[in-house]
């Protein structure tokens, strides 16, 4: 089993930074692909980046050259750092692991994660 806590969620104004965690339970930690998602009221949950266990990262096209994510082994934590934020960033941001190896997974899709945690609210205004 695997807990996922999001953590660093607030109020910023458009143009601001704000740096996501994600603490996850487990020592298997490093051998996890880890994603960050995001849902807006009202609207689909939809992927915003992932790290995978083998190294590769990718980014939902929405987010590339403002995001980017990272993962310290030792806190047993993955990053979300978010830089010039927009008001449609506004969501609640959510962290998920995937606990399968697989060389064809992208871990792009809601369907390649097994553990998910409750979120965190970013709020940007205009």
């Known amino acids: 089993q695997v807990q996922l806590v999001e953590s660093g969620g607030g109020l910023v104004q458009a143009g601001g930074s704000l740096r996501l965690s994600c603490a996850a339970s487990?020592?298997?930690?490093?051998?996890?692909?880890m994603g960050w998602f995001r849902q807006a009221p009202g609207k689909e949950r939809e992927f915003v980046a992932t790290?995978?266990?083998?190294?590769?990262?990718y980014y939902a096209d929405s987010v590339k050259g403002r995001f980017t994510i990272s993962r310290d082994n030792a806190k047993n934590t993955v990053y979300l750092q978010m830089n010039s934020l927009k008001p449609e960033d506004t969501a609640v941001y959510s962290c998920?692991?995937?606990?399968?190896?697989?060389?064809?997974?992208?871990?792009?899709?809601?369907?390649?994660?097994?553990?998910w945690g409750q979120g965190t609210q970013v709020t940007v205004s205009s």
């Open positions: 487990g020592r298997t930690f490093i051998s996890y692909a």
């Open positions: 790290l995978t266990w083998s190294g590769s990262t």
């Open positions: 998920a692991a995937g606990t399968i190896r697989r060389n064809s997974y992208r871990y792009t899709q809601e369907y390649e994660y097994s553990y």
